[in-house]
């Protein structure tokens, strides 16, 4: 499923509740530097012909537009939430559109949460770590921990190391929330990565932890989700330590 609006929704979300969308990608193709296995916008190889992304002016634009008529409308949000056709931080306008984002959330609906959905790996530029210490619900992704492990899943395009994402992590002093996919396939089962992904959840200390499984159809076939029940067992010690873990079967 790709979205072809800059702003979309809202839709009900397992972890957000009303989602307000916002796509700072090409409207006709995914843009990502990460093609993982689960990816509802499908591979990064599908749909490449589009490559424009929407600059600050049309984002404002189309998110006043949508959150007055919602406004006066009365429909209730509970979050504008950036996720769309890949990974928002990509976006060279992202630090400006969350500062803009904000004062129209201010504007419109106060008790609102500006969340960014992101895969973690532009954390590494200060106005984008910037951008995202101001937003309500920074949840970075983080599927597997092993190197071999997330380039079966997420396939990154750049060279991913652990230790740097983990320092990165640190910086967020627990304001962040961690994301987390569970999945089982012939190359991959989340429960053989469980002891080090929790070993990376006590170090970077996340303030909440949201571990979800398949919902949609997939670009890799043979994915099988995890039961509640299932994901539950495995995070077990971590809730016993006191994390705030969301469990979305």
Same mark, same amino acid.
């Given at each position: 499923m790709r979205f072809e609006d800059i702003v979309f929704g809202p839709i009900h979300s397992r972890r957000l509740g009303s989602s307000l969308g916002v796509n700072l990608l090409p409207r006709k193709g995914k843009f990502c530097n990460f093609d993982c296995v689960y990816c509802e916008c499908g591979w990064n190889s599908d749909g490449r012909e589009d490559k424009t992304m929407p600059e600050i002016s049309q984002v404002a634009?189309?998110?006043?537009?949508?959150?007055?008529?919602?406004?006066?409308?009365?429909?209730?949000?509970?979050? #504008?939430? *950036?996720?769309?056709?890949?990974?928002?931080?990509?976006?060279?306008? *992202?630090p400006s559109i969350i500062d803009v984002t904000l004062a129209l959330r201010d504007k419109y609906y106060p008790q609102a949460k500006v969340s960014v959905l992101s895969n973690a790996s532009m954390l590494g530029r200060p106005d984008v770590f910037n951008a995202l210490m101001k937003v309500d619900n920074p949840i970075l992704k983080v599927d597997a921990v092993r190197e071999e492990d997330v380039a079966k899943v997420n396939r990154p395009a750049f060279d991913w190391k652990l230790e740097p994402l983990i320092e990165s992590l640190k910086r967020f002093e627990g304001k962040f929330v961690l994301q987390t996919m569970f999945l089982s396939w012939e190359e991959f089962d989340s429960s053989e990565n469980i002891q080090a992904w929790i070993e990376l959840v006590r170090?970077?200390?996340?303030?909440? #932890?949201?571990?979800?499984?398949?919902?949609?159809?997939?670009?890799?076939?043979?994915?099988?989700? @995890?039961?509640?029940?299932?994901?539950?067992?495995?995070?077990?010690?971590?809730?016993?330590?006191? @994390?705030d873990i969301m469990i979305c079967g």
């Open positions: 634009e189309a998110l006043e537009l949508k959150l007055r008529s919602l406004s006066d409308r009365g429909v209730h949000i509970d979050s #504008i939430t *950036f996720s769309g056709n890949g990974e928002p931080t990509l976006n060279p306008d *992202f170090q970077s200390t996340p303030r909440s #932890i949201m571990v979800y499984t398949l919902d949609r159809e997939t670009p890799q076939k043979g994915l099988v989700k @995890f039961t509640e029940q299932r994901m539950r067992e495995l995070v077990a010690p971590l809730i016993e330590e006191g @994390f």
